[in-house]
């Protein structure tokens, strides 16, 4: 098992119909303002919530970026909670982008990142379930929620559930 770090996978380009590949990456210290401004951009119609610039730097190695032409169009985040379990989250994609699969390309990344650091189970809070839904997550009652999960990563970090829905995924491994 690794860490939450988001570095150890090479850059890996996901087909985008309508505009061009996008090539997801690490993200990398200098993409820090780029992330926070994505991330808030929702952050203020609550899809998202809000991170502070220091906050996205001291978590940058769990961010990948979504990249088009050179210039980052998304990003998203794997939270290592525990060694079987992760959190998705910050998945936000720039408007102006919307609807050209950036942000179907982080969420794919993420999913085989948490699989390549063999962890078992992936959760998220969100407030657009139908998107998710699309990668095979199963929305969940808080009490089949793991319990690190609720405890830790939701009210060990002052978080809350309120009008957000959890899903849930297995990453069922090859035997
Ligand atoms: C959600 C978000 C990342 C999607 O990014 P995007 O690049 O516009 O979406 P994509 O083009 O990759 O769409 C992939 C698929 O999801 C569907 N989809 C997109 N947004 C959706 C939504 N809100 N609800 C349900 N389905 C959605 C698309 O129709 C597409 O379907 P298809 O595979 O049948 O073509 C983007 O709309 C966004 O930044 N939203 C605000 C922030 C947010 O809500 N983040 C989630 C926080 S948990």
Do not use: W
């Not at 990142?113 to 998220?124: C, G, I, M």
Request: charged letters at 25%; one cysteine or more.
């Amino acid at each position: 098992m690794s860490t939450g770090s988001a570095k150890m996978r090479a850059p890996v380009e996901v087909a985008a119909p309508a505009r061009g590949p996008v090539l997801v990456r690490s993200a990398q210290g200098e993409d820090c303002e780029r992330i926070c401004a994505l991330v808030n951009e929702h952050a203020r119609n609550g899809l998202t919530l809000p991170r502070t610039i220091e906050n996205v730097r001291a978590c940058i190695g769990e961010f990948v970026v979504g990249e088009r032409g050179g210039e980052i169009v998304s990003c998203g985040a794997l939270n290592v909670i525990s060694p079987s379990l992760g959190e998705i989250r910050s998945i936000a994609c720039d408007p102006r982008a919307a609807g050209t699969g950036a942000g179907r390309a982080v969420v794919s990344f993420l999913i085989d990142l948490a699989r390549a650091v063999e962890l078992d189970e992936l959760v998220l809070l969100t407030r657009i379930p139908g998107f998710f839904a699309r990668f095979g997550f199963l929305e969940i009652r808080a009490e089949q929620a793991p319990r690190v999960f609720l405890d830790e990563a939701i009210a060990g970090r002052g978080r809350t559930i309120s009008g957000r829905t959890i899903m849930y995924l297995p990453l069922l491994r090859e035997v």
